[in-house]
Structures are given as structure tokens and as C-alpha cells.
């Protein structure tokens, strides 16, 4: 079937879609992110805001134009038709249409317009459609009702819940607009409150609108603003001498540049990272920030938060999501409450970093620290299923070490960890989640001396828990699930763990971290020549791969970069950095020799250091791709013939600044490699 064949035949599956009454998902399933043709936008608006069978609202409207601020409306209507491209004609019935929907809008909720609330910026897209008026407004108002946050006013709960997405996903580039004493109020009310329809080009508002309604969530409108100001962090962090204004300026103006075919990427990336977010944070602020109940929201639940919260259900139940589930948010679990308290009950996965060690001894407090994140970084590194990509710490629920705790967590932002969050009602909530079955889930849980079992041993009062209450409990076979999964992967970490706290400079990688066969999996590429190539790649299939260990003699060597550059068989590098499935990315070099691809991994705190990740020998490398749209990420697959296909056995990725010169250095010395062969 031929593209322009594939292209009819979806839209057809729309059009018959949209005739029997297609629901939104089924919709999203249909499109697959294909920008929606004018002829049926309409259409799939009025589905995917449930509008297709609201009446005529507006035979209530008495047409008076009686509010108390009509005079403002009209004014800022007209102020905005003069930006319009639209022929006087156009620009007379445009500007009657918004204050007529908006005039009624005010009347039937009993609400006064306020001049730069996004509502007019919000109608003009939907203008567009050419619509009735009555379809119109009843678009205009599911979209007030569903999609713009509640609180969107200076020092308003979104903003504050903004930040904390940034700080999770890019506390280096949080803590710099923290310094610049920025906040996020300051550049994205216009975002929020105009689904960026006030700040970006008509098509590619209409496109961006495609993708979200059809999503059905009204958070993901936070994952776009992330990824506008993420993809402009390098920009920011250069504009450290320059005036908080002028930073500013620039974050307002970015939306302005995003071109309508970005717009999918720009989605798929928001779709990312909002995957990447705890899920129970989500829900939790979606209650706060989409709810009718009209009750005020108390923003320093929000302003005043250390790090983003997670809830306890969420935790738990992470021990037992599929490891398969590349999706799925894991936690790496870190227990900071006194030594006394963790001996007398803590979950079999937690590390304990002693928050008292902070202070009272510094060095053994660092040297632990080193200890949690080389595990996690090796287990990472390794595909285990042993560890998180999130760090989540548990404090105890009381004052005085809770204080501490924060202190802890404080000193992980500082480093610029990412992902890194407290768990909602700290051990009381694990305590409570477990109630009677806490036999099973918890070790060493000691009765007399849990200061939840047996407050009277606590002088300063446990912090009740104020967890809400769940409807489902979970049953006893979960319990029973938790507690032999948490067991498990808890016996793989902690000894990893002791083993580098006890010796913080030994190398040695004893294997526990390596992917076994069963863990790798090995992708079958039909119709493609047992030779290299270079591609566009128009997919994302690296997910299920992971490092081929099977060199694991090079895995621990460390060698001298400057030295090691300068060897004799060296053809060239590629300062770069290396990609991971999982998204975390690592300082490295790429090495070509005569015959091999050597990769090099910078050593944190060593300056000068590198670990020699693997020898790829030249012959392996069957395939080296790009990406359409960023042709700095350069995907080196690896494999054998097989038959008339290939196997495709791993692969690497990398962010290569000089990408087009390191593909051609690296095909040139293949060619090089086989001619010689053949002579």
C-alpha cells in the first residue's frame, strides 16, 4: 500500500468513525497523531468535548450588553481584532461573536470578565472552525470547564505545581531560575490561561489542540509548558549575567517560535516525561486543579513543598509493576529516618541513610550517599530490575527528624539529582497502608519499640497521617505479592550496596548488575542487507534494548582520557553523550579505532578518568541511524547475518555534537576494515 493510500484510508476510518460515534480514544487510535483535516476538526472537537448533543445555550441570551465592564470587553475585543489578518468584513463579525459568547457567558455563571483571563484568545481558534455561535460557545465553555486550571492568578496553586514538575525533571535548571528569583506566574500565565492560544501562531494552536483533546487529560497542558521551557534550558543557563527581565522576555516569547511541524514531537515529548511523572502526584493535583467544588485551595500545600510528593499506594505498588513496563515509574526507595526507627519496622527495599549522620558525622554521611547512587547508577546502567530511576525518601512523621529529612532531600537538589520526591506522610503511611498485614510486608517490624505501634515511646507526638482514605484495600494475595517481590529485589541492591560503602573506591563489578540472557531481548529485522547503513529512524525501537555485557573484562577497566586518546590504533573521538532507554544521559566518549568502536564513560568527581564500557569490533555494526529531527542522535546497532535478514543482537545510542562527521569517520573505517579483508 502506497503512503497516499495509507493516508485515505485513515481518513475514511475517521469519517465512518465520526458517523457511528466515535469516542475520543477510539479517535487518538485512528489519527495516531496526524493533524486533523479542516473538513472534520469540527467534528472531532465537538466528540472529543462531548458538545455533539449540548442544545442551543445561547436562546437564554437576552442580548443586553449590560455588564458592569462591557466597556473593557468591547475595547479588548477590538484591541485584539487589530492583530487579526482578517478583511474588515471578518474582523466586524469576529469581534460581535466574541463579545456576544463571552457577554453571555459572564450572565449565565454569574462571573465578571477580566481583561487578559485568555478567553478571547481561547475563542479565536475556535472561530475558525466556522462553526454555528451555539456550537461555538459550547466548545468555549467545556473548554473553561475542562481544560484551564483553577487558581491561574498571581501566586496561584498551578504555578507552584508547575515548578515542582521542573524542579523534578531539571533541578539544575529550577535552582537557576530560583536564583533569578523567577517564577513560573511570571512567563506561562498566558500559556494556562489560553492553552497557548495567546502566544502561538493559529495553525499550530489548532494542530496542538488536535493532539490534546484527543487526550482527554487536562494536566498534560503542564507537560507542554515543561518541554518549552526544557528545550530552551541550555539558552537559559548561558543568560546567567543578564537581568531577570530580560530572561523572562525570552521565556514568554518561546511558544512564538514553535512551528506547526514541531508540533508532534513537541507532544510526544510532553507524552514522555508525562509518563514520567508519578502518577499519584497527577491525580492528586488534578482534583486541585479541575475541581467544580468551588472550595479555596490552599497554596501552601503546593508553595511550600520541598520536592514534588508521592503517595503511598503509589510506592508500594511500584515493587510490583512489570519490569517490562518501560513506562512505569520505579522508586528507588530511601529511608531517612533514625537508625532506632528503621530497627523497629522499615519496607525490605529501603535504604537507610541516617538523616542524624548529616550532621554528627558528614564523612559517613557522604561516603553513604556515594554508596546509594553508584548502586542505582550501576543498576541503571545494567537494565536491573533491582533498582529506580526515581528517588523517593521516606522520613519518619515527626518534627524533629522530619526537619532533618528535608535537609537530606535538600542536598540531593543541590547536586541537581533528578527525580526526586518524599513520600506523603512519611512511615506512618506505610504503617497504615499496611495495617494488619504489616507482618508480611515490613522487616524487623518491632511492636514495642515502632513509635506508630506505640506512640507513648514517642516524646514529641507522631504526625497523624492524612492520607486520604482508599476505597480498594488491597487483598491479602497483593500483600503476599508485595512481600516476596519486595524481598527479592532487595536482596540483589543491599548487597551491592555495603560492598561499596565498606570499600568506596574499589571498581570491582562482581556481575550482580548484568543483564542475563533472559533479560535481553533480540529484535529480528526482516529486509534489511547484511551490510551497515545510514538511515533516517523513523521510529523509537531502542527501548528494549540494553548493553551487551558479554565483554565484561573491559567493563571494569579505567583508563586516563587524555593519554588513552593519543594511542596509536586511535582514528579519531567524539566527545558525546550516551542515551540510555530509560532517558538518563552520561558523559562519554566515542572512540574510533582500526577495528573497533570504543566506548568511554566520564567517571563523576574524577576528572580526567573514564571506564571503558565495551569494544565493539567494526564488523558488528549492521546498521547506524538518525533521527529525522534531530540528527545529533545517532543509534549504532549491532548483529549478525541470518539468512536473508539480520539479528539484530544490541546497540548503543549517543548525542553526538559532531554527528554527521562521526558517522562518516566511523562507515569510512568499515568500508576501510572490509576492502582490506578482500585484498
Known amino acids: 500500500m502506497t503512503a497516499e493510500e495509507d493516508d485515505s484510508t485513515w481518513l475514511i476510518e475517521l469519517e465512518s468513525g465520526l458517523l457511528d460515534g466515535c469516542t475520543p480514544r477510539e479517535i487518538n487510535a485512528i489519527t495516531k497523531g496526524k493533524r486533523i483535516p479542516e473538513s472534520l476538526r469540527p467534528d472531532v472537537w465537538l466528540v472529543c468535548l462531548n458538545c455533539q448533543d449540548t442544545g442551543n445555550q445561547l436562546l437564554l441570551f437576552d442580548e443586553i450588553f449590560d455588564l458592569t465592564n462591557q466597556n473593557e470587553l468591547r475595547d479588548d475585543v477590538k484591541k485584539f481584532a487589530t492583530r487579526l489578518d482578517n478583511d474588515d468584513d471578518e474582523k466586524l463579525s469576529v469581534i460581535s461573536d466574541i463579545e456576544s459568547i463571552i457577554t453571555f457567558h459572564c450572565k449565565s455563571k454569574s462571573i465578571t470578565y477580566a481583561s487578559n483571563n485568555g478567553w478571547i484568545e481561547i475563542l479565536f481558534p475556535l472561530l475558525s472552525l466556522k462553526l454555528n455561535k451555539a456550537d461555538t460557545y459550547n466548545l468555549f465553555e467545556k473548554i473553561l470547564k475542562l481544560y484551564i486550571p483553577n487558581g491561574c492568578v498571581s501566586n496561584g496553586v498551578p504555578f507552584h505545581i508547575l515548578r515542582l514538575i521542573i524542579q523534578y525533571h531539571d533541578p539544575e535548571l529550577c535552582s537557576f531560575l530560583d536564583t533569578k528569583r523567577i517564577t513560573p506566574e511570571q512567563y506561562c500565565m498566558p500559556w494556562l490561561r489560553s492553552l497557548f492560544s495567546g502566544t502561538c501562531n493559529l495553525e499550530v494552536v489548532l ?180 533498582a529506580g530511576e526515581h528517588l523517593c525518601f521516606v522520613s519518619s512523621g515527626r518534627t524533629e527528624e522530619d526537619s532533618y529529612a528535608h535537609m537530606v532531600v535538600a542536598s540531593f537538589l543541590k547536586r541537581n539529582t533528578k527525580h526526586v520526591s518524599m513520600l506523603d506522610g512519611g512511615f506512618v503511611a506505610i504503617h497504615d497502608y499496611f495495617g494488619p498485614h504489616m507482618t508480611d510486608c515490613l522487616e524487623e517490624h518491632n511492636t514495642s519499640m515502632c513509635l506508630v505501634c506505640a506512640p507513648n515511646n514517642n516524646n514529641t507526638g507522631v504526625i497523624p497521617s492524612v492520607n486520604k482514605p482508599r476505597d480498594n484495600i488491597p487483598s491479602i494475595q497483593l500483600f503476599s505479592k508485595l512481600s516476596s517481590a519486595m524481598k527479592a529485589k532487595s536482596q540483589e541492591v543491599k548487597g551491592k550496596l555495603i560492598e561499596y560503602i565498606v570499600n568506596p573506591n574499589s571498581t570491582v563489578n562482581n556481575g550482580d548488575w548484568h543483564v542475563s540472557a533472559n533479560d535481553r531481548k533480540e529484535n529480528r529485522y526482516r529486509n534489511v542487507p547484511p551490510v551497515f547503513s545510514i538511515n533516517d529512524e523513523d521510529e523509537d525501537s531502542h527501548s528494549d534494548f540494553r548493553r551487551d555485557v558479554s565483554n565484561t573484562e573491559f567493563l571494569d577497566e579505567i583508563v586516563e582520557v587524555e593519554t588513552f586518546l593519543k594511542g596509536q590504533s586511535i582514528v579519531d573521538n567524539f566527545p558525546c553523550q550516551e542515551v540510555l532507554s530509560n532517558g538518563y544521559m552520561f558523559e562519554s566518549y566515542l572512540v574510533v579505532t582500526e577495528s573497533h568502536l570504543i566506548i568511554l564513560r566520564e567517571i563523576p568527581n574524577k576528572k580526567g578518568l573514564a571506564k571503558v564500557l565495551s569494544r565493539r569490533p567494526l564488523s558488528t555494526i549492521v546498521k547506524i541511524t538518525a533521527k529525522k529531527r534531530h540528527p545529533e542522535l545517532i543509534t549504532f546497532k549491532y548483529g549478525i547475518p541470518d539468512g536473508d535478514n539480520l539479528l539484530i543482537k544490541d546497540m548503543d545510542r549517543f548525542l553526538i555534537p559532531n554527528a554527521a562527521v562521526a558517522t562518516k569517520v566511523v562507515s569510512n573505517q568499515i568500508v576501510s576494515q572490509l576492502d582490506s579483508k578482500l585484498q
Not at 266 to 271: R, V
Not at 344 to 350: E, M, N, P, R
Request: aromatic share 10%; proline share 3%; hydrophobic share 45%.
Open 207 to 386: 494542530f496542538m489542540w488536535d493532539l490534546y483533546f484527543q487526550r482527554s487529560d487536562p494536566f498534560f497542558i503542564f507537560f507542554l509548558c515543561l518541554i518549552m521551557i526544557i528545550n530552551a534550558r541550555e539558552h537559559l543557563l548561558q543568560m546567567k549575567n543578564e537581568d531577570k527581565a530580560s530572561i523572562i522576555q525570552t521565556l514568554r516569547k518561546m511558544p512564538g517560535d514553535l512551528d506547526a511541524n514541531d508540533v508532534s514531537d513537541f507532544c510526544s515529548l510532553a507524552h514522555y516525561y508525562s509518563l514520567k511523572t508519578p502518577v499519584s502526584f497527577r491525580e492528586d493535583v488534578l482534583e486541585v486543579l479541575f475541581s467544580e467544588s468551588g472550595l479555596e485551595i490552599n497554596s501552601k500545600l503546593y508553595s511550600q513543598a520541598l520536592c514534588l510528593p508521592v503517595a503511598v499506594h503509589e510506592l508500594i505498588e511500584s515493587a510490583t509493576v512489570d519490569s517490562a513496563d518501560v513506562d512505569a515509574v520505579k522508586f528507588f526507595l530511601v529511608d531517612c529516618r533514625p537508625a532506632e526507627q528503621y530497627n523497629s519496622g522499615h519496607l525490605s527495599t529501603a535504604f537507610h541513610l541516617d538523616c542524624n549522620l548529616m550532621l554528627q558525622e558528614p564523612n559517613a554521611f557522604n561516603t553513604a550517599v556515594q554508596g546509594l547512587l553508584n548502586a542505582q547508577r550501576q543498576a541503571l546502567a545494567a537494565g536491573s530490575l533491582a
